[in-house]
């Protein structure tokens, strides 16, 4: 692949770009993406000479999905997903021990869904042809960093030769053995589990099955996965005395699929690759002006399909809060914040997909059946049951520090650093859409039956107005007709269709809620402190204070 834009002039403070991200990986190629939509200036560093293509993450939850929606291009990776798709684990004969379908959650993308990466990594590179101000350079491999206070020089070697690239900032997305995170001196701390496993893809599926099911069979754990356009994933635990070699072999897999397809059955076979599992995480995510996301951060057991999901994640919760610093709207104290919000929540993924892990991979007979009798048992439980249907067990993204602030709230438990609901709304223009698309990818203070103009006053809406915030007001969808606030002020109406908006409010006294970028309830409050709401939370940021002159912010 070629510079998908080449030449652009250096930034006027000096800097090739305002970021670097090292690696066109999904977590690099999502940040780099959402910093385009911020408007950031942005080199994409690539080792490689084009995107990675062989077999990886399998599994998109609605948090990935929701962020692709925020990059604006959701679109294109829909037709490469599987919605709604059942993850089963069955015994050595097949009998149900674990069964997940979990509803259609709230946050408005299904909550399971087959993928194929590579694929949707290609939709998050094309995405970037959108931004003239972002550039990938490939073949270019970063080889040094260092850092001063007034940015960061990489050395890159690439085609021409060496070269340097400075930025105020860098981003290391560079996957699990991290250069960046080497160059730092961070730990990758954790373990590797003993066993390797081989991934098959082939294509012109030779079973069809639309599910993910992970069999656990003590004689040898595997995986098949039904993905999209025809293609069917195979995962099979590696035994002692069996080698990458044996793996390369078309009969050893021959071997391997025999209890599902007749050993001379042709075998499309896209990829194969022994991979294994880790669950690391290095010892910080920030150092100075260089931040790390994706597997260079983290690396997790496939069991639980979320390492891919918490590299979108860590790039949905950074570049926002980069681009806020890069606007001068923020202190640089809020990147701090990144690995305040995110670590715990990746700790706990790495712990659940580590313990699913280890139940599937029991290869005793005796520790085998006790395992199945234990998930046999719960399932008898309607209450358990219900849990693991519908994945109550997911660590879901809860902040109690961070960019947040508490004033103004007063329920218990607080929907502050929780995700805000996504359902369909309507507007004076638009009989159904998503509601995160007309809140925008910015920040929104959304006000239940009030207009959140009348409620701040002219300070505050001189700094919501400096920082960017969206002002919406949600009512009743029959009430849209009724456009006094699109009249009076500069407020978004949007028209709660199904109900689920003025639930949300019902369920607690405060009616102005501040929603961030990555859709995290910055804070919230009852109508009439609208206005504290606003100036805690720019306060939390950092955010400089918005002069007034003449009525209007000059900043
Ligand atoms: C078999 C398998 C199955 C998986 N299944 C799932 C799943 O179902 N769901 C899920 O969520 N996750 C899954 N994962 C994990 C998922 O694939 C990874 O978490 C994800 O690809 C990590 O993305 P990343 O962008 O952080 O890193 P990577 O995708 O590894 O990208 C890093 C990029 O950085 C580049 N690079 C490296 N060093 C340099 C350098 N010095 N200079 C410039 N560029 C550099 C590399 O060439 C690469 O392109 C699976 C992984 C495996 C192996």
Same mark, same amino acid.
């Given at each position: 692949?070629?510079?998908? /834009?080449?030449?652009?002039?250096?930034?006027?403070?000096?800097?090739?770009?305002?970021?670097?991200?090292?690696?066109?990986?999904?977590?690099?190629?999502?940040?780099?993406?959402?910093?385009?939509?911020?408007?950031?200036?942005?080199?994409?560093?690539?080792?490689?000479?084009?995107?990675?293509?062989?077999?990886?993450?399998?599994?998109?939850?609605?948090?990935?999905?929701?962020?692709?929606?925020?990059?604006?291009?959701?679109?294109?990776? !829909?037709?490469?997903?599987?919605?709604?798709?059942?993850?089963?684990?069955?015994?050595?004969?097949?009998?149900?021990?674990?069964?997940?379908?979990?509803?259609?959650?709230?946050?408005?993308?299904?909550?399971?869904?087959?993928?194929?990466?590579?694929?949707?990594?290609?939709?998050?590179?094309?995405?970037?042809?959108?931004?003239?101000? &972002?550039?990938?350079?490939?073949?270019?491999?970063?080889?040094?960093?260092?850092?001063?206070?007034?940015?960061?020089?990489?050395?890159?070697?690439?085609?021409?030769?060496?070269?340097?690239?400075?930025?105020?900032?860098?981003?290391?997305?560079?996957?699990?053995?991290?250069?960046?995170?080497?160059?730092?001196?961070?730990?990758?701390?954790?373990?590797?589990?003993?066993?390797?496993?081989?991934?098959?893809?082939?294509?012109?599926?030779?079973?069809?099955?639309?599910?993910?099911?992970?069999?656990?069979?003590?004689?040898?754990?595997?995986?098949?996965?039904?993905?999209?356009?025809? %293609?069917?994933?195979?995962?099979?635990?590696?035994?002692?005395?069996?080698?990458?070699?044996?793996?390369?072999?078309?009969?050893?897999?021959?071997?391997?699929?025999?209890?599902?397809?007749?050993?001379?059955?042709?075998?499309? %076979?896209?990829?194969?690759?022994?991979?294994?599992?880790?669950?690391?995480?290095?010892?910080?995510?920030?150092?100075?002006?260089?931040?790390?996301?994706?597997?260079?951060?983290?690396?997790?057991?496939? $069991?639980?399909?979320?390492?891919?999901?918490?590299?979108?994640?860590?790039?949905?919760?950074?570049?926002? /809060?980069?681009?806020?610093?890069?606007?001068?709207?923020?202190?640089?104290?809020?990147?701090?914040?990144?690995?305040?919000?995110?670590?715990?929540?990746?700790?706990?993924?790495?712990?659940?997909?580590?313990?699913?892990?280890?139940?599937?991979?029991?290869?005793?007979?005796?520790?085998?059946?006790?395992?199945?009798?234990?998930?046999?048992? %719960?399932?008898?439980?309607?209450?358990?049951?219900?849990? %693991?249907?519908?994945?109550?067990?997911?660590?879901?993204?809860?902040?109690?520090?961070?960019?947040?602030?508490?004033?103004?709230?007063?329920?218990?438990?607080?929907?502050?650093?929780?995700?805000?609901?996504?359902?369909?709304?309507?507007?004076?223009?638009?009989?159904?859409?998503? !509601?995160?698309?007309?809140?925008?990818?910015?920040?929104?203070?959304?006000? $239940?039956?009030?207009?959140?103009?009348?409620?701040?006053?002219?300070?505050?809406?001189?700094?919501?107005?400096?920082?960017?915030?969206?002002?919406?007001?949600?009512?009743?969808?029959?009430?849209?007709?009724?456009?006094?606030?699109?009249?009076?002020?500069?407020?978004?109406? &949007?028209?709660?269709?199904?109900?689920?908006? /003025?639930?949300?409010?019902?369920?607690?006294?405060?009616?102005?809620?501040?929603?961030?970028?990555?859709?995290?309830?910055?804070?919230?409050?009852?109508?009439?402190?609208?206005?504290?709401?606003?100036?805690?939370?720019?306060?939390?940021?950092?955010?400089? /204070?918005?002069?007034?002159?003449?009525?209007?912010?000059?900043?």
């Amino acid at each position: 692949m070629v510079s998908s /834009k080449a030449g652009r002039a250096a930034t006027p403070d000096g800097f090739d770009a305002q970021v670097v991200v090292i690696g066109a990986g999904p977590a690099g190629l999502m940040t780099a993406n959402l910093l385009g939509r911020y408007g950031v200036h942005v080199i994409v560093v690539e080792a490689g000479a084009e995107l990675i293509d062989y077999p990886r993450g399998v599994g998109m939850d609605d948090e990935t999905l929701r962020t692709f929606q925020s990059a604006g291009v959701v679109e294109g990776v !829909l037709p490469h997903t599987v919605p709604d798709q059942l993850l089963v684990f069955v015994d050595a004969k097949y009998r149900d021990l674990a069964r997940m379908a979990p509803p259609m959650g709230e946050f408005g993308w299904p909550r399971r869904n087959g993928f194929v990466q590579p694929l949707a990594d290609r939709v998050l590179f094309e995405g970037l042809g959108r931004f003239d101000h &972002v550039e990938v350079q490939w073949s270019s491999t970063v080889t040094g960093l260092a850092q001063d206070e007034g940015g960061v020089t990489l050395t890159v070697d690439g085609p021409g030769g060496e070269r340097t690239l400075r930025a105020a900032y860098v981003v290391g997305a560079d996957g699990g053995s991290s250069q960046t995170r080497k160059s730092l001196g961070l730990a990758f701390e954790g373990t590797t589990a003993p066993v390797n496993w081989l991934v098959v893809d082939i294509r012109n599926d030779p079973l069809g099955r639309p599910g993910a099911y992970v069999i656990a069979d003590p004689r040898r754990p595997h995986v098949s996965i039904g993905l999209p356009h025809g %293609i069917r994933r195979f995962e099979f635990m590696i035994k002692p005395g069996e080698s990458e070699a044996d793996a390369a072999d078309d009969a050893f897999i021959a071997r391997l699929l025999e209890r599902y397809v007749p050993r001379e059955t042709k075998l499309d %076979i896209i990829r194969r690759r022994v991979y294994a599992h880790h669950s690391r995480m290095a010892s910080r995510f920030r150092s100075g002006r260089v931040l790390l996301v994706g597997d260079a951060a983290h690396v997790m057991p496939v $069991w639980q399909g979320q390492g891919y999901n918490s590299g979108i994640r860590d790039a949905f919760n950074v570049a926002w /809060k980069l681009a806020m610093v890069l606007r001068g709207d923020a202190d640089d104290r809020l990147l701090d914040t990144y690995e305040l919000e995110r670590r715990e929540h990746v700790r706990a993924m790495i712990q659940l997909s580590t313990w699913v892990g280890q139940a599937v991979s029991v290869r005793n007979r005796v520790g085998a059946a006790l395992r199945d009798l234990f998930f046999k048992g %719960i399932s008898l439980i309607p209450k358990a049951k219900l849990y %693991i249907v519908q994945m109550r067990f997911k660590p879901m993204p809860t902040l109690d520090r961070g960019a947040i602030t508490r004033v103004g709230a007063v329920s218990e438990p607080t929907p502050v650093g929780r995700l805000f609901p996504q359902p369909w709304v309507a507007t004076t223009d638009t009989p159904r859409q998503r !509601l995160d698309d007309v809140l925008g990818p910015w920040f929104a203070l959304v006000a $239940w039956n009030n207009d959140p103009a009348a409620l701040l006053d002219e300070d505050a809406q001189a700094r919501a107005a400096a920082a960017g915030i969206r002002l919406v007001c949600a009512r009743p969808a029959v009430q849209l007709p009724w456009v006094d606030v699109a009249r009076a002020s500069d407020a978004t109406v &949007v028209g709660d269709l199904d109900g689920s908006l /003025k639930r949300w409010f019902d369920a607690r006294p405060e009616s102005v809620v501040l929603v961030r970028p990555d859709r995290i309830v910055a804070g919230v409050a009852t109508a009439h402190r609208a206005g504290d709401l606003v100036r805690a939370f720019l306060a939390e940021v950092g955010a400089p /204070k918005a002069e007034l002159q003449d009525g209007r912010r000059t900043r």
